[in-house]
């Protein structure tokens, strides 16, 4: 066991994990949110403020902070999926995923060979994951780098007995937001949205029976709380809802 991989770690003691997204660039940014408390920073550079560059420094800094940096890239793409594998990341989640040829796309294009295609060249890599070389890297990557499937489109519900079958397929997470959208055009999904939530518990189910690790985003503690009875995997939000919500509330009582 690498002590370095607190995600891969805590998910293979069969315990829960909390993290929360980071939308805003920076090192310092990354930094505060690793020292926060959570076990894993998701660095988001499919909505986030996020380039290739601050990638690779938020990645080094979430794991110099010793957490887990995950990355939901902006699409799966082989460039895009060895960009962010390249950082050195602990994960890589992936959006919009909706069938079982996509997953296995991702898997292929993420392992190393025999197992898939990719390259190796990274030389940030072991840094990382606390080993000494590249080399030690990719002995140890194709068991060690957990891959991640998104799962929030009407597409992906109805694939998804398919996609939980993919082997290298290590967790699904349920983007309800997304979904909400996909099932009812609208968000939030109000309580009485019966069909939406029953979406909710078949992906989850789902991925159980399969034997994958299952995640969903949440909006607070008392919702996390209550998803960690359920979910391997809680996403809390992000930075910037944060800020937001600290800023309104104590200008309320500034200003009150």
């Known amino acids: 066991m690498n002590p370095k991989l607190i995600v891969l770690n805590k998910l293979r003691n069969k315990e829960s994990v909390i993290a929360t997204f980071s939308v805003l660039r920076g090192v310092r940014n990354a930094q505060v949110l690793a020292h926060s408390g959570v076990d894993a920073v998701v660095i988001d550079c499919e909505h986030g403020h996020i380039g290739d560059a601050d990638m690779h420094d938020m990645v080094a800094a979430v794991s110099g902070s010793g957490v887990s940096p995950i990355i939901r890239i902006r699409s799966a793409d082989p460039e895009t999926i060895k960009r962010a594998l390249d950082t050195g990341t602990h994960g890589v989640l992936v959006p919009m995923v909706s069938t079982a040829n996509e997953a296995r796309d991702i898997v ?76 009812m055009g609208r968000h939030p999904a109000r309580p009485d949205d019966v069909d939406y939530f029953n979406a909710i518990e078949k992906i989850r189910s789902t991925g159980e029976r399969y034997g994958k690790k299952t995640g969903i985003v949440v909006v607070d503690g008392e919702t996390a709380q209550k998803a960690l009875e359920k979910y391997d995997f809680v996403i809390l939000s992000n930075e910037v809802r944060a800020l937001q919500a600290w800023y309104k509330t104590e200008l309320a009582v500034a200003r009150s």
């Open 108 to 183: 292929h294009q993420s392992k190393f060979p025999p197992l898939g295609v990719r390259g190796q060249g990274g030389p940030f890599t072991c840094f990382e994951h606390g080993l000494s070389t590249p080399a030690d890297y990719v002995r140890a990557a194709n068991d060690s780098v957990l891959l991640m499937m998104q799962i929030e489109t009407r597409e992906g519900l109805q694939n998804i007995e398919e996609i939980c079958q993919v082997d290298g397929v290590d967790l699904v997470l349920i983007g309800p937001n997304d979904l909400a959208l996909a099932l």
